[in-house]
């Protein structure tokens, strides 16, 4: 039985005294944290504003952004779009990325189907987002989906329990120390993929809404702090 090795992680490739998201994005490039890269088109890493007021973590590029290179581009992206205009959200003001950087996809036929990550990967992959946050300073942080949980708040949230509530950030992050940012606002909701697989897509579609409206209300509250 010939047994993989383990994720060596994606620290090792974060180049030291990285000052600008571009820097982090060339590095990830060639990222070879985890086996994902080998079946990948490319790494697929954040997008948006440097100084973004609003952050969105989800879980992981799908095959259109494998293929394109930039985060939610695809049917879900454009859902997520189209929720944050009808919440309120201004686009200029949001950065968006993923808790894990490559597609993990299972290959049947031609068809590449989409498999969630592992805790492995989660893990091998975090580096790269605690890096993100270490050049962002948002005022509310958006966590799409168990994933995305799973990375920043820990294996224990259910995001199905706890949605559309404000949560103290970076006090609730399974690691506070490695996100020192000035004390904000962190709100969990269902990653847009969950809406275009739901039985009711209206009302799944208006529960993102609703809980996306509380995160514009957050940041237009002037409740959190820069």
């Not at 966590?143 to 949560?167: C, E, H, N, W, Y």
Request: charged letters at 25%; aromatic letters at 6%; one cysteine or more.
């Amino acid at each position: 039985m010939v047994r993989s090795e383990p994720p060596v992680g994606a620290q090792e490739f974060i180049p030291p005294g990285a000052r600008t998201l571009d820097e982090l994005k060339a590095a990830a490039a060639g990222c070879r944290g985890c086996e994902l890269y080998q079946h990948a088109t490319q790494t697929v890493f954040g997008r948006g504003a440097a100084h973004a007021r609003v952050v969105f973590v989800g879980e992981q590029p799908g095959d259109v952004e494998d293929q394109q290179g930039l985060p939610f581009v695809g049917p879900a992206g454009r859902l997520l779009r189209e929720a944050v205009d009808d919440a309120g959200l201004d686009p200029a003001d949001v950065y968006i990325t993923n808790a894990v950087k490559h597609f993990r996809f299972e290959l049947r036929g031609k068809r590449r189907i989409h498999q969630n990550p592992g805790p492995a990967h989660i893990t091998a992959c975090r580096p790269w987002l605690v890096s993100e946050f270490a050049l962002l300073r948002p005022e509310l942080v958006i966590i799409l989906g168990a994933t995305a949980a799973k990375a920043l708040l820990g294996p224990d949230f259910r995001v199905t329990r706890s949605r559309g509530q404000l949560m103290p950030w970076p006090a609730s992050a399974r690691h506070p120390e490695d996100f020192p940012v000035a004390q904000t606002q962190a709100l969990a909701t269902i990653h847009p993929s969950a809406v275009l697989r739901a039985d009711d897509r209206d009302t799944a579609y208006r529960g993102l809404v609703d809980d996306l409206r509380v995160a514009a209300g957050a940041v237009g509250s002037g409740s959190t702090s820069r």
